[in-house]
């Protein structure tokens, strides 16, 4: 449909109304004011997306900072937070929770393999006095006598 721009005639109150012009006027007024609607809508939604984004990172900060003391009331590194799921509260006590476990059963185990590993000090190699220095020989002598 070709556009036409309204006719205006030099004196509008004596000037014969064009139904025409008037529905082209309405038809211009009706598409601006939709563009507008839209594009009002399209911010809407950019401006209410950002603050879900906004949201979800404050959520998350905030289960963090949740595990992070969690962790420390049980004695757990702080740095083990980031294997956690943050998506609730109750998530995150349980997911302290197991960690809590596995992270003592991991340690416990640590600690009796290494005191099965070291359970005897070793001892030193015993030498024949003949081959010992003076000093090491006076030494061990004193040694023997305490």
């Known amino acids: 449909m070709e556009e036409k721009n309204p006719v205006v005639p030099e004196n509008?109150?004596?000037?014969p109304v064009n139904l025409g012009?008037?529905?082209r006027?309405?038809?211009d007024l009706s598409?601006?004011?939709?563009?507008?609607?839209?594009?009002?809508?399209?911010?809407?939604?950019?401006?209410?997306s950002q603050l879900d984004t906004r949201e979800e990172a404050l959520?998350?900060?905030?289960?963090q900072s949740l595990a992070r003391a969690e962790m420390e009331k049980c004695g757990l590194p702080a740095d083990l937070a980031a294997c956690l799921n943050f998506v609730d509260e109750a998530a995150v006590t349980e997911g302290v929770s197991l960690l809590e476990g596995a992270f003592r059963a991991a340690v416990q185990k640590g600690v009796e393999d290494r005191?099965?590993?070291?359970a005897a000090p070793k001892a030193a190699p015993i030498l024949p006095l003949s081959e010992l220095s003076d000093e090491e020989?006076?030494?061990?002598?004193?040694?023997?006598?305490m």
Do not use: G, V
């Open 21 to 23: 012009d008037i529905e």
């Open 115 to 118: 005191l099965l590993n070291h």
């Open 137 to 145: 020989y006076y030494a061990a002598i004193s040694r023997q006598n």
């Open 59 to 63: 959520n998350k900060r905030e289960m």
């Open 25 to 27: 006027c309405f038809q």
């Open 31 to 48: 598409a601006r004011i939709t563009r507008q609607m839209e594009e009002a809508a399209q911010a809407e939604s950019d401006r209410i």
């Open 12 to 15: 509008p109150e004596t000037a």
